[in-house]
């Protein structure tokens, strides 16, 4: 079993930047997608960003969060980060970490049912 760790969150001022790290416990080389999601109060699950890690170039964002938010994966392949930039409250959420053996695409990625592995997420809170 894969084990994957979110870290990072906190509190920040509207228009600032945090780092979100997830980190697996051993390297993914069977994974060929992973990706961020989020649950505000109230509200559904819903995909933030993914990767496919097949080249770690090929990138799905939510439309919301275009030119804000990066997504990237350490050349340790242990690791996944989301940049997330110029901050505002509309972001504030739980964010997880989700991670797949097999499913990535621009109409799959942001499905949470197809996700395998996922971490018990960290807090970002934007006032």
């Known amino acids: 079993h894969v084990q994957l760790v979110e870290s990072g969150g906190g509190s920040v001022q509207a228009g600032g930047s945090l780092k979100l790290t997830c980190a697996a416990s051993?390297?993914?080389?069977?994974?060929?997608?992973m990706g961020w999601f989020r649950q505000a109060p109230g509200k559904e699950r819903e995909g933030v960003a993914a990767?496919?890690?097949?080249?770690?170039?090929?990138?799905y964002y939510a439309d919301s969060v275009k030119g804000r938010f990066t997504i990237s994966r350490g050349n340790d392949r242990n690791t996944l980060y989301l940049q997330m930039d110029r901050l505002n409250p509309d972001h504030t959420a739980m964010y997880y970490c989700?991670?797949?053996?097999?499913?990535?695409?621009?109409?799959?990625?942001?499905?949470?049912?197809?996700?395998?592995?996922w971490g018990h997420g960290t807090q970002v809170t934007v006032s």
């Open positions: 051993r390297p993914l080389n069977r994974i060929t997608c």
């Open positions: 990767i496919y890690t097949g080249d770690s170039r090929t990138v």
């Open positions: 989700a991670a797949d053996r097999a499913h990535c695409g621009d109409r799959l990625w942001q499905r949470t049912e197809l996700y395998t592995f």
